[in-house]
């Protein structure tokens, strides 16, 4: 049994994972920047994918029967490249952290921390205390906040927020059994209904055909002038034009961005996450992609990968099938 | 039933107080506490008075029954000059404003969220997992300590349990609503507590028993990577110890709402410390503004009318602090 460790990520994980693999499986590890030259061979008897990416120029990989991804997304699987009756697995491990980081958002965003804290450190400026009796500051206690995606992710900001005396609506692709912390869960096609209650929306889903722009110009118009959105997901979900308009112009209330619809790569290591400079925009906090990117993440993930291996290795079912090619 | 509301809070919130009274009172008004030509003749006829300060030199008050605060914390009032025979009663509702801070910035310090917003929003990837950034930290699994278990603490506690945290609390009278809390220490005890905890959250009220409660020493009990939340008063905490603390990296970071050094009209660009706790940046710090929001304001003022409205009826107060 062959296993190739592909990127500079499943090289990681290869160190993470190495003592609790299976006795007999042979690894190699391809790490970044990716040696195209060691891929054929590498690629040619592998039983088992451990990445985060194929692509179809890649060589050939007849004798793959287990993709196993390092991340959760797997639409970097060029799947029409991948051998027939292959299955793909993603991991896990992420939602809680991603949960602390919608939570955190959703806080900071609400209580204007940014600018409070901003004009506090900078100039000295109680404007916004008691003392001077400013402007209150908002709370989250009693907003309505919509979960868009309730998978794992969405679950978990749930069980977080419900505390804090929220009401937690959410929308998803396919039906889903409602829990207790969730008054209401729509079908995706009936989410314009659940938009203009919001006070808060924070994008959690997947990112597929029928959530790819998902959120247009027309759906931030349904929202709030007020409303905070949240995307931790995919920058794709979200209309760019019509968000950076929207935040320009005030007609949301702020934002919370993780996910970008551009990323560095070798020709542009400095490349900025979108064509508009969202960084600039007072109303919006943005982070680099790094909403699940714990410690505590990446050993629960580590995990999960050497589980399946396992798993595969001696015949039993596997844990996070997304797909069989 | 002659009221005065009396300095510059009340002043200011006395006509919002009023719209939400049922019962009829004589109001009067007056913002400055040193103008005592009008101040004698006010204490003089108030039966009740609204306020958060009552100093030493004030005059005397021989009508009054009732001190209503406009705040929780009573520390500003000085107790042994209140006139005999009066009850003291303070407000709240503050609770779940300051319990989504605490959560706020215990997440906030954890996900080292300043420093990654600042350097992405100047252009860096530094933090991004395949530019090979260190991953940040989880309150996943974290003990947070709570000095003053009262109703924040719950609050904070009811919240904190939602995300994985054990949390412990420290008081000084025994606590008969544990809430969330798995262990609760005596304040003398909390030598023992201090070891424990990632995060810190003090939530006491100032006294004797909690000025200076954290000094360098407990301090030093502290895991280096623990995180130190203040909502309660400054003076709680050893100002120099604390910036010594931060600064020599023997403390993971703190979150700072109250402060040494108080806006005033005569120094209103005064830093609110001697020490730069604003030139280190794993310091978050605000302007005693974590419990004000709209939602504090309506549970405060509502439940302040309600008060005034039960003691014009003659029926039993709400929030009594101490009689005198």
Same mark, same amino acid.
């Given at each position: ?15 993470? +994972? ?25 690629a040619?008897?592998?039983? +088992?994918?451990?990445s985060?990416h ?29 051998p027939?009756?292959?299955v ?6 992420? =939602? ?13 965003l ?8 901003? =004009?506090?450190r ?6 916004t ?14 907003t ?10 969405g ?8 505390p ?7 929308a ?10 969730? =008054?209401r ?39 709030k ?12 979900? +979200?209309? =760019? ?9 005030n ?5 919370a ?18 064509r508009?400079?969202f ?5 919006? +906090? ?8 714990t ?6 993930r ?24 | ?14 006509p ?11 109001p ?19 039966e ?32 042994p000059?209140?006139?005999?025979g009066?009850?003291? !009663? ?8 300051? &319990?989504e801070y ?13 420093d ?10 530094a ?12 309150? *996943? ?18 919240r904190?349990?939602?995300?994985? !945290? ?9 606590v ?6 798995v ?13 424990? !905890?990632? &995060? ?31 909502i ?30 108080h806006?005033s ?9 001697r020490y ?15 419990? *004000? ?7 405060r ?5 309600a008060?005034?409205?039960? *003691? ?13």
């Amino acid at each position: 049994m062959k296993a190739l460790f592909l990127g500079g990520v499943a090289a990681d994980t290869y160190a993470g +994972i190495e003592a609790e693999l299976p006795a007999g499986l042979d690894s190699v590890v391809v790490g970044e920047p990716i040696d195209r030259a060691k891929l054929p061979q590498a690629a040619i008897d592998t039983d +088992i994918l451990v990445s985060n990416h194929w692509r179809a120029d890649y060589p050939p990989a007849p004798k793959f029967r287990l993709v196993q991804s390092v991340a959760t997304g797997v639409e970097l699987f060029d799947l029409a490249a991948l051998p027939k009756g292959c299955v793909v697995c993603n991991s896990f491990g992420h =939602e809680t952290a991603i949960a602390e980081y919608v939570v955190m958002a959703m806080l900071a965003l609400h209580h204007r921390f940014f600018q409070i804290s901003g =004009e506090f450190r900078e100039h000295g400026s109680w404007a916004t205390s008691w003392v001077q009796s400013g402007t209150p500051h908002g709370e989250v206690r009693g907003t309505t906040l919509g979960i868009v995606g309730y998978g794992r992710v969405g679950r978990e900001v749930a069980r977080r927020a419900a505390p804090f005396g929220c009401r937690i609506l959410a929308a998803n692709r396919s039906p889903r059994e409602r829990d207790q912390e969730v =008054e209401r869960i729509y079908p995706l096609a009936e989410l314009d209904q659940m938009l203009p209650q919001c006070d808060t929306v924070a994008i959690c889903t997947a990112l597929g055909p029928e959530t790819t722009g998902l959120i247009t110009a027309r759906r931030l118009a349904l929202m709030k002038p007020t409303a905070f959105l949240i995307n931790i997901a995919r920058g794709q979900v +979200i209309d =760019e034009d019509a968000l950076f308009a929207a935040l320009r112009d005030n007609r949301v209330g702020g934002a919370a961005i993780d996910v970008w619809w551009q990323y560095p790569n070798q020709d542009d290591p400095a490349r900025r996450g979108s064509r508009y400079p969202f960084h600039e925009l007072p109303n919006t +906090i943005v982070t680099p992609h790094n909403s699940g990117w714990t410690a505590g993440m990446v050993r629960r993930r580590w995990d999960e990968i050497a589980d399946n291996i396992g798993r595969y290795c001696r015949g039993d079912s596997l844990i996070n099938l997304v797909t069989t090619v | 039933m002659k009221t005065l509301f009396l300095g510059g809070l009340a002043a200011r919130v006395a006509p919002r107080i009023q719209a939400r009274m049922t019962e009829k009172i004589e109001p009067s008004v007056l913002a400055e506490l040193t103008d005592m030509q009008r101040l004698i003749p006010a204490l003089a006829e108030a039966e009740i008075v609204v306020g958060h300060i009552w100093n030493k030199d004030f005059p005397e008050a021989p009508r009054l029954k009732l001190l209503q605060a406009a705040t929780a914390g009573v520390d500003m009032i000085d107790l042994p000059s209140l006139p005999r025979g009066i009850a003291l !009663c303070n407000v709240y509702g503050h609770e779940p404003a300051i &319990a989504e801070y605490v959560l706020m910035t215990m997440l906030a310090l954890n996900f080292r969220l300043l420093d990654t917003v600042t350097d992405f929003r100047a252009g860096s990837w530094a933090a991004h997992q395949p530019a090979g950034g260190s991953p940040h930290g989880e309150i *996943f699994g974290k003990t947070l300590g709570i000095v003053g278990y009262g109703r924040i603490g719950r609050d904070v506690a009811k919240r904190a349990a939602s995300f994985g !945290c054990k949390v412990i609390a420290a008081n000084r009278s025994p606590v008969a609503d544990q809430g969330d809390a798995v262990e609760i220490y005596l304040l003398a005890e909390l030598d023992r507590m201090l070891p424990q !905890c990632d &995060a810190l959250l003090v939530a006491a009220g100032l006294a004797p028993e909690t000025q200076g409660l954290i000094d360098a020493r407990r301090l030093a009990l502290m895991k280096p990577t623990a995180l130190l939340i203040n909502i309660g008063r400054a003076a709680i905490v050893d100002e120099e110890a604390l910036y010594t603390a931060l600064k020599g990296n023997k403390l993971g970071g703190a979150a700072l709402d109250v402060w040494w050094r108080h806006w005033s009209p005569a120094h209103p660009d005064e830093r609110p410390s001697r020490y730069p706790f604003h030139e280190l940046t794993n310091v978050l710090m605000t302007p005693h503004c974590s419990g *004000f929001t709209d939602g504090t304001a309506d549970r405060r003022w509502g439940d302040l009318a309600a008060n005034l409205d039960r *003691f014009v009826r003659g029926e039993p107060l709400n929030n009594i602090v101490m009689r005198t």
